[in-house]
């Protein structure tokens, strides 16, 4: 028996689709804590990911919906919101989202992500993509000492 929000869920999948990121919601009725799904990063050489959450509202959308947002960024320690819509955004709604500053990568010094972003389905439908750090650095590597194979098993490493 499908549920009454599965609709719901369906599209949030969907749209989280529409930006490749993982949609973190389950069939079942409680909170989600104002994540719909969220996308990983790389931006330095740390080898943790960054995050960026994602939130999908189909109704109506008003700028406490952006204060929300940046409260749940805080809360996760995220880099980036993405607030996917099926209306476009009010004034005050955008000059909320502008409040939230930009991210600025620290192995890209200079370059700027809004922190909050504002996507209609209809933006995302027609090619817009959510602005973020795509490349990482290049990482070097320490390379791993070589060993000889004597009678099957490993000597000390040749210097």
């Known amino acids: 028996m499908e549920s009454e929000n599965s609709g ?4 949030e999948t969907w749209a989280t689709g529409l930006v490749d990121a993982f949609p973190l919601h389950s069939n079942k009725k409680g909170s989600d804590k104002g994540i719909d799904g969220h996308i990983n990063f790389f931006d330095d050489n ?5 995050t960026i959450i994602v939130q999908v509202k189909s109704g109506h959308v008003t ?3 952006i204060r929300d947002l940046k409260g749940v960024l805080d809360r996760e320690k ?3 919101g993405i607030y996917i819509t099926l209306e476009e955004p009010t004034k005050p709604m955008i000059e909320e989202a502008t409040t939230a500053g930009f991210y600025e990568p620290e192995h890209f010094p ?5 922190r909050v972003q504002i996507l209609t389905i209809q933006q995302l ?4 993509k ?3 750090p795509r490349v990482a650095p290049i990482a070097t590597f320490k390379r791993a000492p070589r060993t000889q194979k004597t009678n099957g ?3 000390e490493p040749l210097l």
Do not use: C, E
């Open 8 to 11: 719901r869920y369906q599209f």
């Open 78 to 80: 995220a880099q980036i």
């Open 130 to 132: 959510v602005d973020y």
């Open 110 to 114: 200079g370059t700027y992500y809004p």
């Open 46 to 50: 740390s080898g943790k990911a960054k």
């Open 153 to 155: 098993k490993n000597q």
């Open 125 to 128: 439908l027609d090619g817009k």
């Open 63 to 65: 700028a406490s919906h």
